[in-house]
């Protein structure tokens, strides 16, 4: 029907145009996917920390570390999602494609306060950022693998990487969560139903 209506060329006109716009809704980490107003993967795979996440991502939950057997808590984790992320790990138990997860380490402060000893973040020392897609998408890149991207930014870098392969520099802390898509979900009230 549609090609006694539009002619031969008119309907390859219309494919094209169908599947530009179908290509263009679809692309991988797009900003409305990320919820970012920039994007947080460039063409080679490189990420960068999301400008605006605190405000467009969802809290996901926070970790307290100590380290070896001080009582003082040492850093806080602090985590974010990228919009829906949240809603469809509880729905289907994994991240969708596309999923943007920002990790702030801080250095804690603790001090006295009425309620008790609080540890709170102070310093900030960087950000660890994971973006989900299970297509292959950067087989050049050294960063991508196991269904994610991986990076590590120091605090006054959000645009630079230090990481250089994730299986070096990220893969084995996260051994341990292989079996809840490579996240430690029992830190995160936000996934459970």
């Known amino acids: 029907m549609l090609v006694r209506l539009l002619g031969i060329r008119g309907t390859a006109v219309a494919i094209m145009v169908l599947a530009a716009v179908a290509a263009a809704a679809a692309g991988s980490l797009s900003q409305e996917r990320t919820g970012a107003s920039h994007p947080v993967v460039d063409s080679h795979g ?28 040492a850093q806080m984790h602090l985590v974010y999602a990228s919009p829906r992320a949240i809603e469809h790990f509880r729905a289907l138990g994994r991240f969708p494609d596309g999923t ?7 250095d804690a402060d ?10 709170h973040p102070g310093q900030l020392k960087g950000w660890f950022v994971m973006v989900k897609e299970s297509r292959d998408l950067h087989p050049e ?3 991508w693998g196991d269904g994610w991207a991986w990076s590590w930014f120091d605090a006054d870098k959000p645009t630079k990487t230090t990481s250089t392969d994730y ?3 990220c893969k084995s802390c996260h051994v341990p969560a292989r079996m809840t898509d490579w996240i430690y979900v029992n830190g995160y009230p936000a996934l459970r139903k």
């Open 46 to 73: 490189n990420l960068r920390v999301p400008d605006d996440y605190r405000t467009r991502y969802e809290a996901l939950g926070a970790w307290a570390v100590r380290t070896g057997t001080a009582a003082a808590v």
């Open 100 to 106: 943007v997860l920002v990790k702030e380490v801080w």
């Open 110 to 119: 603790t001090a006295p306060m009425t309620t008790g000893t609080v540890s």
């Open 141 to 143: 890149n050294k960063l």
């Open 167 to 169: 299986t070096r520099d």
